[in-house]
């Protein structure tokens, strides 16, 4: 019986062995298949980030815009002047349409490029 055993203690060894290799060999494809989905993601990732931060920067300046331009109106002299008084109302109202389209068109951009799904790696 030992010596039956021992005849076969070098081909158990092996099978273990082998199955060992396997397993390290199996989990290390699948390590490397995560690490690729995730450096997608990432990619994906801070590409959308870099136009949100654009779009952002957009509606941030466009804020800028309009804040900057009310208080020049605003410190404008009075006036009575009916043409003027109307053109300044004028003015102001395409102020805030100029605003309004950069804030829609920033929304129309932040809707057309979404952040990317998280995967499921």
């Not at 060992?20 to 980030?49: I, M, P, R």
């Not at 053109?87 to 950069?102: G, M, N, V, W």
């Amino acid at each position: 019986m030992r010596e039956r055993l021992r005849k076969h203690v070098g081909v158990i060894l092996m099978v273990v062995a082998l199955l060992v290799g396997g397993q390290y060999y199996w989990a290390l494809h699948q390590q490397e298949e995560k690490v690729q989905c995730l450096t997608d993601y990432n990619t994906a990732f801070a590409k959308q980030s870099t136009l949100r931060g654009q779009f952002n920067t957009d509606s941030d300046n466009a804020k800028t815009t309009l804040l900057h331009s009310i208080g020049i109106a605003l410190s404008a002299p009075s006036t009575t002047d009916p043409k003027i008084q109307a053109q300044r109302a004028k003015d102001f109202l395409q102020l805030f349409a100029t605003y309004d389209a950069e804030v829609k068109k920033v929304d129309a951009e932040r809707t057309a490029n979404p952040l990317p799904p998280l995967p499921n790696c």
